[in-house]
């Protein structure tokens, strides 16, 4: 029933790039955040919180920025998931950042999460923007490879098998 959120970045005092200095803020809580995030899925779900022993380095990371998703995200992830298993089998991870979302995309995350071992949701506590949602996600990424999707469905996920074979070339 709990919800881990971020504590909101304090206002920069000054003009210049606040993008950055918050960017900066989300990077450096990022990991923390992640393996709190991690103990508390799992105690949810009655397991014990995993340690990083316990969580070696996937081949593939899926990173997807989410902005009032709620409708599309049960489809996105078994999409997504379906070709990350085609590409790499088992061996992902699909990290869900949800960027301040006024819908229940947060709700639908932590579903997904739940119920689903490879998927990851991370919640801000409000909205950043798409860049710093990215960033966020990419700085959890714990995989040999990382790709960033937007979870709209507006890029097909199952052309993910062909760029690795790109990638390979």
């Known amino acids: 029933q709990g919800q881990l959120m971020p504590r909101a970045a304090p206002a920069a005092t000054r003009q210049g790039n606040v993008q950055s ?5 989300l990077a450096d809580g990022a990991s923390r955040l992640a393996q709190l995030n991690a103990d508390l899925m799992a105690r949810l779900a009655g397991r014990p919180a995993p340690t990083a022993a316990d969580r070696p380095r996937p081949a593939l990371s899926v990173v997807a ?3 009032n998703e709620q409708d599309v995200l049960p489809l996105f992830v078994e999409r997504m998931a ?7 089998g088992d061996d992902y991870e699909l990290i869900l950042v949800n960027d301040g979302s006024r819908d229940r995309s947060w709700e639908v995350i932590s579903g997904l999460a739940q119920a ?15 860049q ?3 960033s966020a996600g990419l700085t959890l990424a714990r995989g040999e490879r990382v790709l960033l999707i937007d979870a709209d469905l507006q890029d097909p996920p199952e052309l993910l098998g062909e760029m690795m074979t790109l990638c390979d070339a």
């Open 132 to 134: 710093l949602a990215a």
């Open 21 to 25: 200095d918050e960017a900066a803020r």
């Open 65 to 67: 920025p989410c902005y």
């Open 116 to 130: 689903q071992p490879g998927v990851v949701g991370v919640n801000l506590a409000r909205n950043h923007g798409h």
């Open 82 to 88: 379906a070709a990350c298993r085609q590409a790499v």
